[in-house]
């Protein structure tokens, strides 16, 4: 899936030694959940990759932008009643913050989440301070839904969580 510079595609084992550069940054997995590991090493990105090529449908991808890797995004499917949900997630290494990539890559996702999956509705939650990730996805038509009042603790601190949803235009 490709939008200009920007495209998403299927990871590669290849890309391992270059997802895990970029992923051991503590300013990337300050805005993570705890279970992404940290420091993240070239064994926690090549469990990452394999484990990516067993999902069916496909819902993590390699984001690359002028032909390079440099982050990663996911639609995580929910179950049992939840099943046309997901759960976007998504990281750009830190050099290459500023030019507009997660805004590209988000687009690209979602549209695979509604067009070839068939979701209803894709969500996503937002650490208070994460003011970057919040733009990307209100410039992709994702509507703030509420705060989670002191939801998240990480690193020790308690944080509100900001929950962001899109509906497929087609369910509405
Ligand atoms: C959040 C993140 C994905 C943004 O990636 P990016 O490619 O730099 O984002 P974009 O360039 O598309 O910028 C999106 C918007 O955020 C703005 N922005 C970027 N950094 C910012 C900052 N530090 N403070 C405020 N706004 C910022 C951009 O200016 C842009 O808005 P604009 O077009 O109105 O100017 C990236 O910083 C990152 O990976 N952070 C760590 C992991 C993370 O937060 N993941 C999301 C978890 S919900």
Redesign the pocket.
Known sequence: MKDQKTQIRALKLSDKSRLAKLANNE??WN??RDYIPFPYHESDAEFFIKQTKTQDPQQSFGIIYKDEFC?VISLIIQNDIYHKSAEI????GEP????????KAVKLITEYGFEKLNLIRIY????QH????M??LE?NGYRKEGIFKKAIIKKGSILDEHRYFIINKNQE
Do not use: D, E, R
């Open positions: 300013n990337i805005n993570l982050g997630g998504y990281w750009i290459f913050w500023g030019h507009g990539i997660a805004t996503a939650g937002v650490f994460n003011i970057a990730s733009k990307t410039k």
